[in-house]
RNA sequence: GGUCCCGUCGUCUAACGGUUAGGACACCAGGUUUUCAUCCUAGUAACAGGAGUUCGACUCUCCUCGGGACUGCCA
């Protein structure tokens, strides 16, 4: 146990994208790894463009990424009254001031301004960006209460920063500026400034950052895509931070004993979707039977289809997890088995079977099939075998491929056979067969 | 414009001032395989540019160029 306190705080404007949730990761990350408290805060000061669908999506996404926080929710609009006692403090001592000021949106009104020192640096040393300094003639003086009476970010951030008893606060490179800002407020008000790690921003394909300011990838897309939460997770901490030699892989164990805030990079990362994808087959082709199993009859079932009691599922997990890369795969590549209703690649058709001679080939095979026994994945291969006598199945495998499953590609064809069964392999070679009429 | 920050393969990155600049993704060639996937082997590809400091600079300093953040009664 440590006395560190980090904190994620999103304001609920919009769905939590990945850069806003790589923040929350390295957060809950630093605590799990120093033994010390994550907290959530919900910055909803923003009354006019938060709401509760957006909390309720950012729970969601924290549950899904299996980032818990260990004290109840803070809200920030619960907090306003000591958010307005700070500022009447600060009036009172002469570093906050009214003015009459008009707003960008044209509103006309009182509000009240931070007053920022006329000279001297302000300085931090940043945990990720090094030594930070600016001088404070550079920064301007700055609104915290609105015309309205409401407090504004950053003095509502600070105050719950010190009523949160917020050690560490590692959040976006874009609030560097407010930094400076905010260690004024922490000062004036008497109150220890906390430590800073800024990180810096991911990128998307055209080099544009991922912020609420270009509505970006929301990270529920990631889970209806089929994403597994753990591959997502290990691909964004990887955005930025390594564990010092060449792997890439790790268990979440792996990462709360190797993560330090202080290995986190300065520089952007671009967001690479091919690199996120591999990531995601590494994770469920390493996934354990149960799971894959669980995943299969669950996305199967959803797709409305029903496996057969008697089905032979070990035989199509071996086959299948290898060749899977996303959950939602799965239903596209085992629907065959299930029902007769299913995909067919006019392609597949085209260069397989409309040909001269495979209609009589098919018709062969099914009589063939219909006489092997056992109808096992080794006896029709055996039977193929002997079939091309030693030049290559392709000539059998391909066509009988396309007849009883209408794809050009995927599992083992002779696994395939088993597990359709004597009666539709049969069936299917005789109605491709027809259908070539 | 001003202030602050950053700059290694296409991308993510490694390299106590001394390496043929390493790995991963992607790409590509070959092998294994009935297809696809997996797996194995090989390959293409980077220190933004220029001055210094040094016996020696990807590593340190400065300049240039390039990129980003901020510059709200948003957070």
Redesign the pocket.
């Known amino acids: 146990m440590s006395d560190i306190r980090v904190r994620f ?3 609920p ?1 919009g769905k939590v994208h990945i850069g806003n949730i790589r923040a929350a990761i390295y957060n809950w990350l630093y605590a799990r790894h120093t033994g010390g408290k994550f907290l959530l805060r919900v ?5 006019e ?2 709401t509760p669908e957006a909390i309720q999506v950012l729970f969601d996404c924290m549950q899904w990424l299996g980032l818990d926080y260990d004290e109840p929710v803070f809200y ?1 609009t619960k907090n306003v009254k000591r958010h307005l006692e700070c500022v009447d403090k600060l009036m009172a001592m002469g570093r906050a001031y009214k003015v ?6 044209g ?5 009240v301004m931070f007053k920022m020192p006329k000279e001297g640096v302000i300085e931090f040393d940043d945990i990720v ?7 404070a003639e ?3 003086d ?2 915290i ?4 009476g ?5 003095i ?2 600070v105050v719950d920063d010190i009523d949160q008893g917020v050690t560490h606060i590692i959040r976006g ?6 930094t400076f800002k905010h260690i004024e407020i922490f000062r004036a008000l008497g109150a220890p400034v906390p430590k800073y790690g800024h990180l ?2 991911i ?1 998307n394909q055209q ?3 991922y ?3 270009d509505g970006a990838a929301f990270v529920g897309e990631y889970r209806e895509q089929g994403y597994l939460p753990e591959a997502l997770f290990n691909y964004l901490l ?5 564990p ?3 792997r ?1 892989v790790l268990t979440r164990e792996e990462m709360i004993k190797l993560f330090e805030l202080e ?1 986190v ?8 979707p ?6 995601n ?2 994770y469920i ?1 390493r996934a354990s039977r149960d799971t894959y199993r669980e995943e299969l009859t669950k996305r199967v079932a959803a797709a409305g289809l029903t496996i057969p009691a008697d089905f032979n599922l070990d035989l199509l997990i071996d ?1 299948l997890q ?4 996303f959950w939602n795969d799965i239903p596209g590549n085992c629907a065959f088995f299930f029902t007769d209703d299913y995909a067919v690649d006019a392609k597949a058709v085209e260069k397989r079977l409309k040909k001269d001679g495979v209609k009589d080939l098919l018709l062969d095979l099914a009589d063939r099939f219909e006489k092997l026994a056992p109808f096992t ?1 080794a006896a029709g ?1 055996a039977m ?2 002997e079939l091309s006598q030693g030049n ?3 000539p059998w ?2 066509p009988i ?1 396309v007849a009883v499953s209408g ?10 056979c088993e597990l359709l069964g004597k009666d539709k392999v049969v069936a299917r070679l005789r109605k491709a067969a027809a259908e070539l009429a």
């Open positions: 705080a999103p304001s404007t910055e909803d000061t923003d009354l463009r938060s920030q009459e000021r008009t707003s960008r949106d509103k006309t009104g009182e509000v960006k090094g030594h930070m300094s600016k001088k550079d920064i301007q700055f609104a209460v609105r015309s309205d409401s407090p504004i970010f950053h509502a951030n490179d874009d609030h560097v500026e407010n810096s921003m990128v080099g544009k950052p912020s609420k300011r990887l955005l930025g931070w390594n010092g030699d060449d890439e290995k990079h300065v520089t952007a990362a671009m967001f690479d091919k690199k996120l994808q591999w990531m087959g590494e082709h086959q290898i060749r899977t890369k994945a291969e193929v075998k290559g199945m392709g495998v391909h491929r794809r050009g590609e995927g599992i083992g064809l002779f696994e395939m």
